[in-house]
């Protein structure tokens, strides 16, 4: 394996990230080479010191250390199908956004020719690239992991998440479907306080400090689901978490209810199941159905694979 420390870093795709990723490596005082599909978008990194590749086999071959930053995971194929016979030695920090199986796909195919490989999942803004609120996952070959540490802290919060490729896809993936729903949720809300004319601000200025004070319940549905008992005494009963009246109520005001009328159909399913007197964390087992048909895994057999964290 290479030493990223003492190498230059190539940096291939300059789109937002991409940018954002060789310019800070610029300004810690790295070697950069760039590559772009579209060569133009390298003529603001050569003025501020980077070498452009003058093709896709040039960037490859200029540094040990390969940093992909492309649209998605046909991208990365299109791009390295090319030339990765010739990358034997090399190591890729793959960065651009892939599904789980898909990071596994590309860490089989870069071992298959000889390339060291380190999946990456990005957590962060563009502008927020360079400082420590920008957080980056990584998951794969921890050799490559502590050997590129110098290059990775440049850019965020590096945590390792361990040596399956698809892990740190997977977190970032099911952070990103928490927050989204959550968005969604908000924005529901927001119709509804809308058909009577509040303004989103004013309803964004209430639900704030409500919704904040909400997320302390995570940490108890955690461990009502770890602890594989959803019945714990002392939780609301899904019996009595019946949601249709604000199914109803969405639907009186005019407004879609479809973000609600989906957990509602969670909660109707455990119900129907005979769960109607356990808590609220129950309608995990309808999300994790599709799975537990898929493996016959039970949640209690997921956690004897633990993630390895190491930050
Ligand atoms: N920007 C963000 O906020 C998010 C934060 C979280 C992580 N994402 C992921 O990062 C990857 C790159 O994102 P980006 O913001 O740089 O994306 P764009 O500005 O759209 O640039 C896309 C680059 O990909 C090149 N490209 C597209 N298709 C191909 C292809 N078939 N072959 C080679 N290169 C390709 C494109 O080149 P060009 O259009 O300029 O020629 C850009 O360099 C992404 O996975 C995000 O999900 C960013």
């Known amino acids: ?18 940018s954002a990723l060789a310019t800070t490596l610029l300004d810690a005082g790295h070697a950069v080479t760039v590559w772009n599909r579209t060569s133009a978008r390298a003529v603001d990194l050569s003025a ?19 940093v992909a930053c492309l649209l998605d995971h046909a991208s990365v194929h299109e ?4 030339v990765i016979a010739g990358m034997r030695g090399s190591t890729l920090v793959n960065l651009t956004t892939t599904t789980p199986n898909e990071a596994r796909e590309l860490a089989t195919w870069a071992a298959g020719h000889g390339v060291d490989h380190l999946d990456g999942a990005i957590m962060a803004t563009p502008p927020m690239i360079g400082t420590p609120e920008a957080s980056i996952l990584y998951s794969g070959s921890r050799d490559v992991f502590d050997a590129s540490r110098p290059v990775l802290d440049r850019w965020a919060t590096s945590t390792y998440d361990g040596a399956d490729a698809g892990l740190a896809s997977l977190v970032d993936l099911a952070m990103l479907s928490g927050m989204y729903s959550m968005f969604a ?12 004319g509040i303004s989103a601000t004013e309803f964004a200025a209430r639900a704030t400090p409500f919704l904040s004070a909400m997320t302390d319940g995570f940490e108890h549905f955690a461990g ?8 714990v005494p002392g939780q609301q009963s899904l019996d009595f978490s019946d949601l249709s009246h604000i199914v109803r109520a969405s639907e009186e005001q005019g407004v879609r209810p479809t973000t609600i009328a989906a957990v ?25 159905a599709e799975r537990t048909a898929k493996t016959g895994q039970t949640h209690q057999d997921d956690n004897s694979d633990e993630l390895e964290v190491a930050r």
């Open 264 to 288: 509602q159909e969670l909660i109707s399913e455990q119900i129907a199941d005979g769960h109607g007197a356990e808590g609220f964390a129950r309608i995990y087992e309808s999300l994790r």
């Open 224 to 231: 009502v689901i770890d602890g594989g008992d959803y019945a």
């Open 1 to 18: 394996m290479t030493d990223p420390q003492g190498a230059g870093v190539t940096v291939l795709g300059l789109g937002a990230m991409g």
């Open 185 to 196: 949720g908000f924005l529901h809300g927001a119709a509804m306080a809308g058909s009577v």
């Open 79 to 82: 791009t390295l199908d090319p």
């Open 48 to 66: 501020r010191g980077a070498q452009a590749a003058s093709s896709i086999g040039a960037a490859v071959a200029a540094n040990p250390l390969i």
